[in-house]
């Protein structure tokens, strides 16, 4: 729980009444490698913060798995319109390790954007997050292959050490087998 308050703290300092409601709404959960968290055609009634572990977003394009992005630890994660809007999710949340996550309700969520603090944090957060996504849509639509896994090592190594090929792959956008011909070509 000490890694979320940290992560909360650098976005918006807490008081310590904030930081009590915050240990008493989210709670810890444990899922197996390759568990789904959130899936498709439901509502996702949780945001998740992960403790450690990682946790592939895809979806179906034309009948293929697509993975969208990879988290890792000390990283919040939802299907993002599901949850804010609470309709039917499109996408897949999946572990790729054991995981552990705290995770808040959407009820809960509701209740703790009750304390200021928090409400500033999230409202930090959202345009922190949705800003990068901007950028790194922006930046990752015109990169090669090879830029796109380069930036991959170098900004999220974490992505590298803890998804399968197939999923990196998948994220950049090339086969497999283009994938290990850009890793021999950078080693």
């Given at each position: 729980m000490n890694e979320l308050i940290n992560v909360i703290n650098s976005f918006q300092k807490l008081d310590s009444d904030t930081e009590d409601a915050i240990r008493e709404f989210f709670v810890e959960e444990k899922f197996k490698k390759n568990e789904f968290i959130i899936q498709e055609h439901k509502i996702c009634n949780r945001i998740y913060f992960i403790s450690s572990g990682a946790v592939r977003r895809f979806c179906f394009e034309n009948d293929e798995e697509v993975t969208k992005w990879i988290y890792t630890d000390n990283q919040f994660f939802t299907s993002m319109s599901s949850f804010f809007e609470q309709k039917i999710s499109f996408e897949i949340f999946q572990t790729c390790e054991e995981t552990v996550v705290y995770s808040?309700?959407?009820?809960?969520?509701?209740?703790?954007?009750?304390?200021?603090?928090?409400?500033?944090?999230?409202?930090?957060?959202?345009?922190?997050?949705?800003?990068?996504?901007?950028?790194?849509?922006?930046?990752?639509?015109?990169?090669?292959?090879?830029?796109?896994?380069?930036?991959?090592?170098?900004?999220?190594?974490?992505?590298?050490?803890?998804?399968?090929?197939?999923?990196?792959?998948?994220?950049?956008?090339?086969?497999?087998?283009?994938?290990?011909?850009?890793?021999?070509?950078?080693?």
């Open positions: 808040l309700s959407y009820s809960d969520e509701q209740l703790l954007l009750e304390y200021p603090l928090f409400l500033k944090f999230h409202l930090k957060q959202l345009r922190h997050y949705l800003s990068r996504i901007n950028e790194f849509h922006h930046l990752f639509r015109v990169m090669s292959a090879e830029k796109k896994y380069l930036f991959l090592l170098e900004s999220f190594p974490q992505i590298i050490r803890k998804a399968k090929l197939k999923h990196i792959a998948s994220l950049i956008g090339v086969s497999q087998e283009t994938l290990s011909r850009i890793r021999a070509s950078i080693i």
